[in-house]
């Protein structure tokens, strides 16, 4: 049995567009962590892989286990073996010398195999060895066609950081953000989802005029967005599988800052008044139902769900700045003052286990992603060092944070781990990013 | 049992499978203005917009029925101090030219674009935008401009006039443009 592989088969990619391997983003590791454990992903072999022709030259150039290395790698908990410091390269548990890979410096070992099946069809065998005892962790087949299988890299990555760390992996997840183009007047805007790691972009929505806060649904197959695409702000929301969308809200005045809640029943959204009032409301999406939630001269929005889908986190500058504030969604119920250091903390974003709230705070002139424990202290800890970092998003295990900075007068996107121990420039090849919102599992 | 530990793993692979990310495979991206109806009641901006040029209205252009606005030495544009929305005391004539050519042109349809510079959160500026417009919007009804003559929009930092990540920049980007239209 412990040599038994269990088959996963994974039906992905239908009618998947094919994208070039030419990457949209460069991973530049800004800040590491001392105590990353050392893992080598030995690069997995394509036998007759020169003989099956076609099929294997598509495995050929993508490289999985690079894929895997890289994900690890990115999490800031794993320190990948460079390749090019490796003896040799197995392809089974058996073939592994583990006192060797251990003199390397590894406490961990992949390695796979890949062969085609048919002609658009691969088979990717991986296993896990914990190079100390040689205790085997993991064993798994993977069957994905070509399109499936950068997907199935991701979840293979999955897999081996829920297995050594005990967190839920979140590499096959997606980002999406907005993406600016061109030189003022003439500027586009391209709303676009990508894998996790800036890989496989794919435009979801293009215009003229700006494109802003895009928010995922909680199932992950809808996006609600603001376009100004008539020169007034409105809420789309659109399904991602069809491209097709449809107009939430298109009031007079402000229609902003869309927010699901975690049933996906609801949008929390900003609405003005005729004068200019800016409150938040609830939208129950089936029945077009609108609720007042905040009723204050100042400026309210940006609001949040609590993980009940009970109260909104939200911004106001009712007290002179802007400061974040939570509200019970019953009858009466009085907004509560969450932040006080400092006089600008906006944009409130809460933790997958709502044990933390993420948002913007000014700093020395400067804006900065922060963090603040919701649950006993309200410690404030200041993550990041930028001058322009904005729009924290977490990701769905709450091991990551991503964020708009800028980079020499340029929108990109960075990751920040919640201690701040590991910080990232996802460094776009082209235009200007901003407003990356993470999506859940 | 080893059968049963198969069966088992191919649970918890089809449970795996449950929770893959469903893959955007966008058809076709809508295009601006292609397929969706008029929001918030406008016609004829057909999405696919240019800048914000205001419409220079001619010298001799006068009469039209929509009206292009005041003579072009009236200022269509408002700059604004960081964090502020009130209006400096050196915009009065352009407020008073707007306020008596919109007096005298009942007829005449003006949109207040509220912006702000690059700095604070997105969302939170578009309520500073609205904020300024507002601004622009009383101050114009104060001098005799009809309310049903005035919309406000607030782009908050998402339409910048001029790049760039210092004060010369953000002072021309905290700003409402006055536009007249239909």
């Known amino acids: ?441 | 049992m080893k059968k049963i530990v198969s069966i088992a793993c191919l649970f918890a692979a089809a449970a795996l499978l449950a929770g893959c990310p469903k893959k955007a495979t966008t058809v076709e991206p809508p295009v601006a203005g292609s397929q969706v109806p008029g929001a918030g009641g406008t016609s004829g901006t057909g999405g696919e917009s240019t800048s914000t040029s205001p419409l220079g209205g001619d010298a001799g252009n006068v009469g039209g029925a929509q009206g292009a606005g005041p003579n072009q030495s009236v200022g269509r544009i408002i700059y604004f101090d960081f964090d502020k929305s009130d209006i400096r005391p050196e915009f009065a004539a352009v407020i008073s030219g707007n306020a008596q050519y919109l007096t005298a042109h009942p007829n005449a349809r003006l949109k207040l674009e509220g912006n702000t510079d690059e700095r604070g959160t997105r969302e939170y500026n578009i309520g500073l935008g609205e904020r300024r417009a507002q601004a622009v919007r009383r101050a114009l009804m104060l001098q005799g401009a009809s309310e049903s003559q005035l919309t406000t929009v607030s782009f908050g930092a998402e339409r910048p006039a001029v790049e760039g990540d210092d004060e010369a920049a953000w002072a021309k980007n905290r700003r409402v443009e006055l536009v007249y239209g239909p």
């Open chain 1, 1 to 441: 049995m412990n040599k038994a592989f269990f088959v996963l088969v994974l039906m992905v990619g239908l009618g998947l567009a094919e994208r070039g391997s030419a990457g949209e983003f460069v991973v530049e590791v800004t800040r590491g962590q001392d105590n990353a454990v050392p893992i080598a992903i030995v690069p997995f072999a394509a036998p007759g892989a020169a003989a099956a022709g076609a099929a294997a030259a598509g495995a050929a150039d993508l490289d999985v286990a690079q894929i895997v290395s890289n994900d690890l790698a990115r999490s800031g908990r794993f320190k990948a073996m460079d390749r090019k410091d490796m003896v040799e390269e197995p392809h089974a548990g058996a073939n592994i010398s583990f006192d060797d890979w251990r003199r390397l410096g590894n406490d961990y070992i992949v390695v796979g195999l890949m062969s085609p099946q048919g002609a658009d069809r691969y088979n990717i065998a991986f296993e896990l060895f914990n190079v100390l005892n040689h205790q085997r962790l993991l064993g798994f087949q993977i069957s994905a066609n070509r399109p499936g299988l950068r997907l199935a890299s991701h979840q293979i990555a999955d897999m081996i950081f829920d297995k050594i760390t005990g967190i839920r992996g979140a590499f096959a997840t997606r980002i999406a953000y907005v993406s600016v183009a061109g030189s003022l007047p003439n500027r586009s805007y391209r709303l676009i989802v990508a894998d996790a790691d800036g890989e496989n972009p794919h435009v979801v929505m293009q215009s003229n005029e700006p494109l802003m806060s895009p928010a995922w649904s909680p199932d992950g197959q809808s996006l609600a967005y603001v376009s100004f695409e008539h020169r007034l702000p409105t809420v789309y929301v659109q399904y991602l599988k069809t491209g097709e969308r449809h107009v939430v809200s298109a009031k007079a005045g402000v229609n902003q800052a869309p927010a699901w809640s975690p049933d996906g029943k609801k949008l929390a959204l900003t609405l003005s008044t005729r004068d200019g009032n800016l409150d938040v409301y609830v939208l129950d999406l089936s029945t077009d139902a609108l609720t007042r939630v905040t009723d204050d001269p100042a400026i309210d929005t940006e609001p949040q769900w609590s993980r009940d889908g009970q109260s909104l986190y939200f911004t106001s500058d009712r007290a002179g700045g802007p400061q974040i504030y939570k509200v019970g969604l019953q009858p009466g119920d009085r907004p509560r003052r969450l932040t006080f250091q400092g006089n600008y903390n906006a944009r409130p974003r809460v933790s997958p286990d709502e044990s933390q709230l993420a948002f913007v705070t000014q700093e020395e002139g400067a804006y900065r992603i922060a963090v603040m424990d919701l649950k006993g202290r309200s410690d404030v800890q200041v993550l990041t060092k930028g001058q322009f970092d904005v729009s924290p998003s977490y990701a769905p295990n709450g091991a990551m944070i991503i964020y708009a900075s800028r980079d020499r007068g340029r929108g990109v996107l960075a990751l920040v781990t919640p201690d701040s121990r590991v910080q990232e420039r996802l460094v776009s090849s082209e235009g200007e990013v901003q407003e990356p919102a993470w999506s859940p599992f």
